[in-house]
């Protein structure tokens, strides 16, 4: 529905449930995006999971990511909303298979436009891990500046790991 030059942002479908429950059970993907217990995803939590996405779901705006060849590569959305200070706190995973080809820099631009634009938010948020230095170069490529840092935040790996707050203001009106 909203659309880049190489990805579309659009609704979740019952046929995303394979590519889905593969990227959620890649240790990879896991360790860079999941602050618990990086554990498997059977694929009747994933279907859960994809049943609870729709257009009336409360609070959160989950997208799916689509190549134009009709390839899912990841998902991203508002994953909190603030509406009386107009803050939203965002997240993104492309797949494994798709990393390393712009597929999340510009779907994260296209997510910030649609902040911006439709829901009228002033400023948007992430929080990523110290050491997931793609999704920080992701975040910093559409503008996003670091404000924070939270020290030995997550354990990872054996040890205590930093955590990054990186924020977007809205467009000035013009």
């Known amino acids: 529905m909203y659309e880049g030059q190489r990805v579309r942002l659009r609704a979740f479908e019952a046929g995303d449930l394979d590519a889905n ?27 859960q999971w994809l049943n609870q996405q729709s257009s009336y779901t409360r609070g959160e705006y989950q997208f799916a990511i689509e190549d134009f060849e009709g390839d899912l590569v990841g998902r991203c959305g508002v994953t909190r909303v603030d509406w009386k200070n107009r803050l939203g ?10 990393r390393g080809r712009g597929y999340g820099t510009e779907a994260m631009g296209i997510l910030c436009d649609f902040c911006f634009r439709e829901m009228n938010l002033h400023r948007l948020k992430v929080s990523v891990f ?13 503008g996003f500046v670091r404000e924070g840092l939270l ?24």
């Open 89 to 98: 706190e965002l997240a993104i995973m492309i797949g494994t298979p798709y």
């Open 21 to 47: 429950h593969a990227f959620v059970n890649d240790y990879g993907t896991l360790r860079g995006m999941m602050s618990g217990i990086p554990f498997p995803s059977s694929a009747a939590d994933e279907q």
């Open 151 to 174: 020290r030995e935040e997550l354990w990872r790996d054996g040890a205590y790991r930093d955590v990054v707050i990186l924020a977007k203001m809205a467009p000035a009106a013009g």
């Open 130 to 142: 110290a050491f997931n230095e793609p999704a920080i170069r992701c975040y910093e490529a559409n």
